[in-house]
């Protein structure tokens, strides 16, 4: 039977001893919380787009919309986006089959190399294809015209088309993980009596398989669309030398040129909400699509499916698939950490022009290296903490509390997961530079903190809802009727219970902190940089062998902790 | 002495009044069963009782203390409450062992060292669990996990626990020897049990008195098992529990005839024990209830009879109207053999009448 936990008489509950219960306190807070991480910034935003202080002003919002270069970017951005995700998700899909359904060997193999992507940020990514591809400049294009005496650099990845490349690239593990789950998951049987009624094995494939994973290859696609559109590391590293932009990286370039003037941070939020609503109409046809078909064939129990013999074509693929799959993957790693020992950015690479004095160069006195690390650091672990603790109370409060507008609580927390990162950050620039209740935030390392919660606090919320949900009702009512007061409970028996997601739901914040670029580039002060920023600036000033040797350190700290991640959840126990 | 005390409590959901005005007292040392179909609110009652949900009418005492009041402001947490419940899933903390499950109401109450282990020990020597002490609830089957659910109850309170469905997931052989258990136990500890279930047969044989409701959450009889199943109060109290059958009568001139579309069938001469004169009257018989009878005037073919091994099952149909008819084996050793399409004579025993509640009878 479902009970309804919404407690009515408010005023007997008071009676329980205390003026002030524990409930109403906590979803007191989480409102509380909600309403200044998260709606303040986005309602700053679209303040100040329409208002100029005195009257509604949709002028200003018609002119940046309508100026050249805002609508190249747009373009840009609709262009990159839609194509790279169409790239990424072909990919995906094949490889997700080919993992999933074939009998493909060194599969254990591959699936290492997937989850290599996830730990490299897209930027420091882009930053390696840069190296490799950018005209006459990028290590493998000069190879290639010495190889084949070429006149010309075979490709230019400083381009549109390039930045589509990468992107499709880099994002296409998402499409691939999403999708082989789903691939896992299906009941073999489905597939099986289409063959015994005589179909076959690529009309299958076709008419069977692929339409029922149509929602995973979907939501894997919105989650590429989303990132691709909102992303701002690629195109800024591959685009901003030749001029081209996109939302984001427009954005960004407007508040850089504001220099502090508020008219030009004015025109950064119109081009917020013009980003904003392009990923609006992404989720919106998303959803439109994903209404005709709903499928409920996959299962969450485990099957194991039949695999597919991939017969003569078998070794031909493998090598075709491990070939792209070292290439898009472990080249980009293998060049960073090259060029981090080069003497000069530009020698080729040989034992002669190898050394370590990068390295050097980075960590003895230089203090604005130093303190990035030690920015980044404590931002992922303060975010960490605060998102965790958030996100257990907002998750107690939601699904067990239960309160008069819950929905809302977690409408407004899961509401910055689909925000791009830029738009959260001008929302945090508006909100947090004694506007409003004259607190300034600006140019310290509280902004930076005060928007990583805000953007990350949906993935602890996640996280740790979904385990508190297994914890049934009846373990805390059976705690106090046992003599534990409400909080005791709570220490008890409901802690102890979500702990594995809680460890787990820490390190899905400090992750993404400790790579961030997207929010840092646009909040950072004089001495509030972030290792990303640190990295880009470094790059800027043209010292690209250092910005490799710090990428490097970045690379070890994300691999590091993120095996340390692995490590402690694999043996959690269910509840 | 009265244990626990409800009275006139209403708890809505919304707009749905789940009871109202259920005032029910909970005496000293008995096994009180809470029985009904599903949604009847015996749950909603066990939840305000262990402190759970508020009611929005009513007062509750536990142990002559006032516990909540609506009127009085009084509204003491579940942890005051000094009850122990049993719930439906066990909730056995998963994480904590054996042991450390039974010992935790303890704990909370600091109860000192020395004192906690021994009542710890005693309380898994109660349920039958001595050696399990250290495994932890994964390791446990489903029984054990229960009886760990009930040593926990037994150390948070030996005075008071309250049972929801506890046996209601256990598999059919276990749960009758989990009910003779749970008696047992109440023997040997004097303890006070609110026993909830829909499971009347199971409530039956455990209760020392039972309480049946219906679906609109009100109280249809109270009394012991004897008594309900002697003297069922009403329609609803008769059919909930046990097979029945229930056929429209009407008196004409003192003679008294089971209605039928086409013809009455008179059945008695003179007035039946119980039979509500002038009002519209309804019979309510068990199946073991109607026997064979060639002498009778009641006339009736038998559709399909069925042998159950104790028993054999008829159907026969009396005009329009079919009726279901136990026979024990044993009866039947007489040598005479019914078989479907047979005609046979029909007389009642021991049947009951209700005020007619069907006003598609029409006198």
Wanted: hydrophobic share 45%.
């Amino acid at each position: 039977m479902k009970l309804n936990f919404v407690r009515k008489n408010n005023d007997l509950a008071r009676l329980d001893g205390k003026r002030f219960r524990m409930d109403n306190i906590m979803t007191f807070l989480s409102f509380l919380i909600l309403t200044t991480v998260v709606i303040l910034p986005v309602v700053m935003i679209i303040y100040n787009t329409f208002w100029d202080g005195s009257k509604l002003d949709l002028e200003m919002f018609a002119r940046v919309i309508l100026r050249e270069e805002n609508l190249a970017a747009m373009k840009n951005t609709v262009i990159i986006g839609v194509i790279a995700t169409l790239l990424a998700t072909v990919i995906g899909v094949f490889f997700a089959w080919l993992l999933g359904r074939s009998d493909i060997p060194l599969k254990g193999l591959m699936r290492w190399l997937f989850s290599i992507p996830f730990m490299i940020p897209p930027f420091l990514a882009a930053m390696a294809w840069d190296m490799m591809f950018s005209g006459r400049g990028g290590y493998v294009n000069r190879l290639l015209m010495n190889v084949f005496s070429l006149a010309d650099a075979p490709f230019n990845i400083n381009t549109v088309g390039g930045i589509i490349v990468i992107e499709a690239v880099y994002y296409f593990p998402f499409v691939y993980m999403q999708v082989v789950s789903a691939l896992q998951r299906m009941d073999p049987t489905l597939e099986e009596s289409a063959r015994i009624s005589g179909a076959k094995q690529w009309y299958v494939i076709r008419k069977i398989t692929l339409p029922l994973t149509i929602p995973a290859i979907s939501s894997g696609t919105l989650l590429v669309l989303i990132t691709s559109l909102s992303n701002y590391g690629i195109p800024a590293m591959l685009g901003y030398s030749k001029n081209i932009f996109t939302l984001p990286t427009m954005i960004v370039e407007r508040v850089n040129r504001a220099g502090g003037d508020f008219q030009g941070i004015r025109e950064a939020t119109a081009l917020s909400v013009v980003l904003v609503i392009v990923v609006a109409i992404a989720l919106f046809v998303q959803r439109k699509l994903l209404k005709t078909g709903r499928y409920d064939i996959i299962k969450g129990k485990s099957m194991r499916p039949a695999l597919i013999k991939l017969r003569a074509i078998k070794y031909p693929l493998l090598v075709v698939s491990i070939v792209f799959l070292i290439f898009v993957v472990l080249t980009p790693l293998v060049v960073i950490f090259l060029v981090s020992i080069l003497r000069a950015y530009g020698l080729p690479f040989s034992i002669e022009n190898f050394s370590l004095i990068n390295y050097q160069k980075i960590f003895v006195n230089n203090k604005a290296v130093i303190d990035s690390i030690k920015n980044s650091l404590f931002l992922g672990f303060s975010a960490g903490i605060i998102c965790l603790f958030l996100g257990v109370m907002l998750s107690y409060v939601i699904y067990k509390i239960r309160p008069k507008g819950g929905g809302i609580l977690e409408t407004l927390a899961v509401l910055p997961y689909s925000l791009p990162g830029t738009v959260m950050a001008i929302g945090c620039i508006l909100a947090w530079s004694g506007i409003v209740f004259g607190i300034t935030l600006y140019n310290t390392i509280w902004i930076i903190l005060v928007a990583y919660i805000a953007r990350y606090l949906s993935y602890t919320l996640k996280s740790c809802s979904a385990s508190l949900q297994q914890v049934h009702y009846s373990l805390e009512e059976a705690s106090r009727s046992c003599g534990a007061s409400h909080m005791e409970s709570l220490v008890d028996i409901t802690i102890p219970l979500i702990k594995p997601a809680m460890v787990s739901s820490f390190f899905l914040v400090f992750l993404p902190a400790m790579r961030e670029l997207t929010t840092s580039v646009l909040l950072y002060g004089p001495n509030s940089r972030t290792l990303g920023v640190q990295i880009q600036q470094l790059r800027i000033n043209g010292y690209m062998t250092q910005a490799a040797a710090l990428s490097v350190v970045a690379i070890i700290i994300i691999m590091v902790s993120d095996t340390v991640v692995k490590a402690i959840t694999k043996d959690r126990k269910g509840i | 002495m009265v244990k626990a005390r409800m009275e006139n409590l209403t708890i809505r959901y919304g707009k749905h009044t789940v009871v109202q005005n259920f005032s029910l007292d909970v005496y000293e040392g008995e096994i009180l069963g809470i029985v009904g179909p599903s949604g009847c609110g015996k749950t909603t009652i066990m939840r305000a009782l262990g402190g759970f949900i508020n009611a929005d009418e009513g007062e509750i005492y536990i142990n002559d203390t006032l516990v909540y009041s609506v009127k009085k402001r009084v509204n003491r947490p579940p942890e005051s409450r000094k009850l122990g419940i049993v719930f439906q899933d066990y909730a056995v903390w998963p994480h904590l062992s054996v042991w450390d499950n039974v010992m935790y109401p303890l704990k909370k109450q600091r109860v000192p060292r020395e004192q906690s282990r021994k009542m710890v020990k005693t309380a898994l020597e109660q349920v039958r669990m001595t050696g399990y002490e250290k495994h932890m609830p994964s390791q446990l089957s489903g029984g054990q996990q229960q009886r760990v659910a009930i040593a926990r109850a037994l150390t948070s309170s030996s005075d008071l626990i309250l049972m929801d469905e506890p046996i209601t997931n256990l598999d059919a052989k276990l749960r009758e020897g989990m009910l003779d258990e749970i008696r047992m136990l109440q023997k040997r500890l004097k303890t006070t049990i609110v026993y909830i279930t829909h499971d009347q047969e199971a409530a039956l044989h455990l209760c020392d008195r039972v309480v049946i409701m219906d679906q609109k959450g009100k109280i249809c009889q109270m009394g012991s098992d004897e008594e309900i199943i002697q003297r069922p109060a009403d329609q609803f109290v008769f059919s909930f529990i046990g097979a029945s059958n229930f056929i429209p009568v009407i008196e004409k001139s003192g003679r008294y005839y089971l209605w039928e579309a086409k013809e009455d069938l008179c059945y008695s001469n003179t007035l039946p024990q119980g039979y509500h004169r002038g009002a519209r009257n309804m019979m309510g018989i068990r199946p073991l209830d109607i026997v064979f009878d060639d002498t009778s005037p009641v006339r009736a073919v038998i559709s399909q009879a069925v042998f159950l091994g104790s028993m054999f099952v008829y159907f026969v149909s009396l005009g329009g109207r079919e009726l279901r008819l136990h026979r024990s084996t044993l009866d039947s050793l007489d040598g005479r053999e019914y078989s479907e399409g047979d005609q046979v004579g029909l007389r009642f025993i021991n049947e009951k009448y209700y005020q007619a509640e069907n006003a598609g009878v029409s006198i």
